[in-house]
């Protein structure tokens, strides 16, 4: 499956990226954001979020463990699993409920909670390049795939 590797400078160039990632997802999927602290993974969201059309403030869930977005007649839940101790910690949270009806999960951490959560539509890999983020989109649906192609534009 091709993957695709972008460059953002800098936070608007990320969000301008995640505006493009709410367009051709239509706030349907599942997306794993992959870096280490301060890659940009809360920014990507948040760009993705106000391009679905929130207004408010995007925080970043790293106590709550997941935010829950609705956002006109979509959901989003933006997850941080970063303080998550086991995986299986995820089935209280209620994981289930998250997946079904197909709403947009963004998931960052999702190492762990490897076992538990369901595959991709696509991992987004994000590493510090010169003075911004180079970020590598690797498809794992058909979904993603055609993401991926669009973004390849
Ligand atoms: P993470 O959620 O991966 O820990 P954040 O999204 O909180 O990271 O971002 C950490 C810092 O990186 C923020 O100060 C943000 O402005 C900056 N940042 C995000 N994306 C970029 C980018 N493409 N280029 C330069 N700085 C960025
Ligand atoms: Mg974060």
């Known amino acids: 499956m091709p993957e695709v590797i972008l460059y953002a400078e800098g936070e608007d160039a990320m969000m301008a990226l995640g505006a493009r990632l709410a367009t051709l ?23 993705l979020l106000r391009g679905l059309g929130h207004a408010g403030a995007v925080k970043s869930p790293t106590f709550t463990l997941v935010e829950p977005y609705e956002i006109g007649d979509k ?8 303080r998550l101790a086991d995986p299986e910690e995820l089935e209280f949270l209620g994981i289930r409920d998250y997946f079904e009806g197909d709403a947009l999960c963004l998931i960052e951490w999702p190492q ?33 795939e055609a993401w991926c192609a669009a973004l390849a534009m």
Not at 118 to 134: F, V
């Open 25 to 47: 997802t239509e706030g349907h999927g599942i997306l794993y954001l992959h870096g280490d602290l301060g890659a940009g993974k809360t920014t990507l969201s948040r760009g």
């Open 75 to 82: 959901r989003a839940f933006h997850f941080d699993l970063y």
């Open 112 to 144: 762990r909670g490897a076992g538990i959560l369901p595959k991709a539509d696509l991992d987004i890999n994000i590493t510090p390049q010169a003075g911004g983020r180079s970020l590598r989109f690797s498809p794992h649906t058909k979904r993603g």
